[in-house]
């Protein structure tokens, strides 16, 4: 058990719907990324937030939003659902932004999304 | 661009049957670079850090070794629960996007009894 938390496990949508995934951080962890997993482009870096602020944007697409709130834990919303948006979306957390023996990133246990 | 290259896609061993795992990397200056075992539908699971050329570190039967270019998961007598797919990933120092992880697409490895 890594310590970060991630609901729900599974999610099944239609497409151009809304959706939810929230993530609770290891305790005392104060940067907070999202990744998405897919079978064919494996783990690729969404966004990242560090103690509530954005500070660093990967291959997330415009209908993709997230946030960081100030008990730490992040909310990533997924809208206009596409069926290529079917992914593991997982979360991770690190204690500190970057650098040094503390900011290995440890990782969710994920949330499946299907969009049928 | 940064870049993650692992080798081989599969690899299969027989209970006992050492071997090793590639992972070539391009990144204009390497922060640091992991290495996590993802079980299926589970995430990521912490293994290793490796921060400079000529770093090794150790745990049970697995052994982390890197270089300006490339590191190895060295895996000795493996046990079928040993069986998981193991990702590489480098951090960089510059860019924008300094912090996040630039992933492999992992060595699916499975070991038989």
């Known amino acids: 058990d890594s310590g970060v938390t991630q609901t729900p496990k599974h999610l099944i949508t239609a497409t151009g719907q809304r959706v939810t995934l929230r993530c609770s951080p290891r305790?005392?962890?104060?940067?907070v990324y999202w990744y998405q997993q897919s079978l064919d482009q494996g783990l690729q870096f969404l966004i990242q937030?560090?103690?509530?602020?954005?500070?660093a944007k990967g291959n997330i697409l415009e209908r993709f939003s997230a946030q960081q709130f100030p008990d730490l834990h992040s909310e990533l919303n997924l809208s206009s659902l596409e069926l290529g948006d079917s992914a593991l979306y997982f979360c991770?957390?690190?204690?500190?932004?970057?650098?040094?023996?503390?900011?290995?990133?440890?990782f969710g246990p994920g949330t499946r999304l299907t969009v049928l | 661009e940064d870049q993650v290259t692992q080798s081989p896609e599969a690899l299969r061993l027989q209970e006992g049957e050492s071997s090793s795992l590639n992972c070539s990397y391009t990144?204009?200056?390497?922060?640091?670079l992991f290495w996590y075992r993802q079980d299926p539908g589970k995430g990521p699971e912490f293994l290793f850090t490796?921060?400079?050329a000529g770093e090794e570190k150790e745990k049970e039967r697995l052994k982390a070794t890197l270089t300006k270019k490339e590191s190895f998961l060295h895996i000795t007598a493996p046990k079928p629960e040993d069986s998981a797919t193991y990702l590489c990933?480098?951090?960089?120092?510059?860019?924008?996007?300094?912090?996040?992880?630039?992933f492999g697409k992992g060595t699916k490895l499975s070991v038989k009894p």
């Open positions: 991770a957390s690190s204690a500190r932004l970057a650098g040094g023996p503390t900011d290995t990133q440890y």
């Open positions: 305790s005392g962890d104060l940067s």
């Open positions: 937030y560090y103690n509530g602020e954005e500070r």
């Open positions: 990144v204009s200056g390497l922060r640091g």
């Open positions: 490796l921060y400079s």
């Open positions: 990933a480098v951090q960089g120092i510059y860019g924008g996007s300094q912090g996040n992880l630039i």
